[in-house]
């Protein structure tokens, strides 16, 4: 009778915490304005906190041109930032469902079903063993922004452990997390990883960028709505002026330099003359901002224990064909695909596959479960999350 007694009043032993870190567009924005002039006789000078990303309203028409004004970014000087007047903010750093959805609405499910399976564990709390490390995806590294992400995001993860009882931490991250975390990972010592992070869990990374991103800056933008609903060139245009979006380009030598990227009856693009394909697009700056994140990624062996999840056998971008000079570049392009995750391209997704601190490579087949966002609702890759903060499992 005694063991039992104990067994009642022993604590109840939690799983190892989580640190979310999530992909492009998955991270609230908010934005407070105080602007000399509208750029449109209905959108709004000032305000107080609100929603920038994402309120599904505000991409359509008309608010849709209010919210790319206030969205978009200036680039001078080799340095990109906010527009005057607008200042901006992420919500839900370090809380634990900040990143459930992607959308206000909550019409958009991100972490939502790995979260409520992490905190259906014993002993697990909300704030406390599963935390979110949102960041403003428009910005990349090298920005004075991005550094200041990666010391909150080290001063969360020294907070989170001993919080958990000096619990090494477990990183999960999707998609550009991926790339985010595994250049953060470079910038700090191999004694702090030893000592804060047990292991780290990637999901569709996009360690060696994204043929897609070609075509979201030439004609297409990273919103796909209809025309009729949304304006595709708007997004077009906004999209040419992020720097996250020059930081997830294709990278040599993941890719060729003379690998076929985009074709026109007068042209074909590459990695070798990129900055040829900004210039004949319009964009005359495109140059100097691709020089600015080319070379600001990480993506050696990241030094902690690392699983890779990603899709496979779907139908992903690997080329863009136009057949008619005169649609270059505001008509869409054909795509010529190969293999990925509808998203990212094989290629880039195995990039985590050669790492040394691998230990585990899973890939879904088919879009059903290996789909770029689907990975991390798959019920196959949340049980092999919750297996790996798991007290009980300590030989995974």
Known sequence: MIWVVLLLIAPVESVRPVILVPGALASKIEAKLNKSERSHFYCSKTSDWYTLWLKLESLLSPAVNCWADNFKMEFKEGVFSNT????????????????????????????????????SQPGAEEGVTVRAAPYDFRYSPPSKESQLYFDRLKKLVEDTYKTNGNKKVVLVSHSLGGLTISTFLHTVSQQ???????????????????????????????????????????????????????????RYPIWGK???????????????????????MG??????????????????????????????????????????????????????????????????????????????????????????DKVIQNQDFIKNVIQIISEDNMNI
């Open 84 to 119: 005057p007047g607008v200042e901006t903010r992420v919500a839900g750093f370090g809380e634990s469902r900040s990143l459930d959805y992607v959308d206000d609405g909550h019409h958009i499910v991100y972490y939502k079903d790995l979260v409520d399976s992490i905190l």
């Open 258 to 280: 003379d690998e076929l990227l985009l074709q026109t009856p007068k042209s074909n693009y590459s990695l070798s003359n990129l900055d040829q394909l900004f210039l004949d």
């Open 283 to 372: 964009v005359t700056d495109g140059p100097d901002k691709w020089a600015t994140v080319r070379d600001a990624s990480y993506t050696g062996d990241p030094g902690v224990k690392t699983y890779c999840f990603n899709g496979k056998d779907i139908p992903t971008s690997a080329s863009f064909h136009y057949k008619n000079q005169a649609d270059f570049p505001d008509q869409v392009p054909e795509t010529i695909f190969g293999d990925g995750d509808g998203t990212v391209p094989a290629r880039s997704l195995h990039m985590c596959h050669k790492w040394n601190s691998t230990v585990k490579v899973t890939e879904y087949s088919g879009p059903d479960t290996g789909e770029h």
């Open 192 to 250: 702090w990883k030893d000592t804060y992070v047990h292991a780290w869990v990637s999901a569709a990374g996009v360690f060696g960028g994204a043929v897609k991103e070609i075509k979201v800056m030439v004609s297409h933008g990273i919103v796909n709505l209809p025309d009729f609903i949304s304006n595709r060139l708007l997004h077009r245009d906004l999209a040419r002026k992020i720097m996250g979006n020059y930081f997830m380009l294709p």
